[in-house]
């Protein structure tokens, strides 16, 4: 029998609204290359403020992963808040799968928008996608935000038990879920401390899976089988902008030594902060705290104080680390 309420559904307009109200329209870009974009960004371009590209991870599409920081940046930037490809309103037909080519349309997004400068926020897998960003376009990008997102992995961490999933393609139809059971586990992985099964019904995973999961499902798991392939430290180009690294103390997706070596890969020039008791979704878990970072290092302009590394540069420390990153949402991956 068809389903005659969705609450998916009902919450997505509900966020559609709330974009609308705060001064929000949404847009599609045609790249004349078989790729299309959507886009939300400023109705009315405000010279005076500078601007702010949102990206987001795995999951559902932009809105439920950005509505809440919206609201809060809304009045410091002119803020623009892209669909991946394959996310949202956003695909394309050509064969690239890479995060570099993800970087390269939103800049041209960007572009099309008249946006000659920006600075960056990037949210797990959107995290991959706004460093490469910031790397193919260094004269563009004036500050980065990477959030929870293993831009120094490697290839061989997938065989050395770096990840609490080493199996990669067991990884895709977790964060591609297609069951309301796959959808708990991700929720599990996720949260620090996820809600119990029993008060997340299965029809309304099911819900949430027929709404936001069934479309492109085998392209956003090539995107995924994409980010390790012949990944290696030293090929990562080193990002000249100043950066805060964002993470969640107990990350089972990505865990916390990445933070450690993506800190050690960049240098001075980066700082590393860890939220306390949350896991990958943070941003969910601790909104205020995770605010008021992002605040002080794009708006205030004052870099925090770092993350102490106590971990040596021997890489082979992460299988050990494997233990201390015990603990993606809905809306984050």
């Known amino acids: 029998m068809t389903r005659c309420f969705s609450l998916t559904a009902a919450r997505n307009r509900c966020y559609k609204s709330s974009f609308l109200k705060a001064g929000l329209r949404s847009t599609i870009t045609d790249l004349q290359d078989g790729t299309v974009m959507h886009c939300w960004v400023p109705k009315t371009h405000n010279d005076s403020k500078p601007n702010l590209l949102l990206i987001h991870g795995l999951g559902a599409n932009t809105m439920w992963q950005w509505g809440d920081t919206i609201r809060k940046m809304i009045p410091f930037f002119n803020i623009f808040v892209p669909d991946l490809v394959f996310f949202g309103d956003s695909y394309t037909t050509r064969p690239e799968r890479s995060e570099s080519f993800q970087a390269q349309c939103v800049m041209r997004v960007m572009e099309a928008n008249s946006v000659k400068k920006l600075s960056l926020v990037g949210l797990s897998y959107g995290g991959f996608v706004g460093y490469s960003l910031a790397a193919q376009f260094s004269e563009a990008v004036e500050r980065v935000v990477i959030c929870c997102a293993g831009v120094c992995m ?123 008791g949350t896991g990958h979704a943070f941003i969910i878990e601790k909104p205020k705290e995770s605010y008021r970072h992002l605040k002080s290092f794009l708006v205030d302009l004052q870099p925090p104080p770092s993350t102490p590394s106590p971990i040596p540069n021997n890489e082979n420390h992460l299988s050990s680390c494997k233990g201390e990153a015990e603990k993606i949402t809905l809306k984050t991956a």
């Open 154 to 276: 490697e290839e061989k961490d997938l065989k050395e038990g770096v990840f609490k999933v080493s199996d990669l393609e067991e990884a895709a139809d977790i964060l591609v879920p297609q069951t309301p059971e796959k959808l708990r586990e991700l929720l599990g992985f996720a949260m620090f401390k996820p809600p119990p099964s029993t008060l997340v019904p299965s029809c309304l995973l099911a819900d949430f899976i027929d709404v936001m999961c069934t479309e492109y499902t085998e392209e956003k798991k090539e995107l995924i089988r994409a980010i390790p392939k012949d990944r290696k430290l030293s090929n990562i180009t080193k990002i000249s902008q100043p950066t805060l690294i964002l993470w969640g103390e107990y990350d089972k997706i990505f865990p916390l030594e990445l933070g450690h070596r993506l800190k050690r890969h960049l240098g001075d020039n980066a700082h590393l902060v860890v939220i306390k």
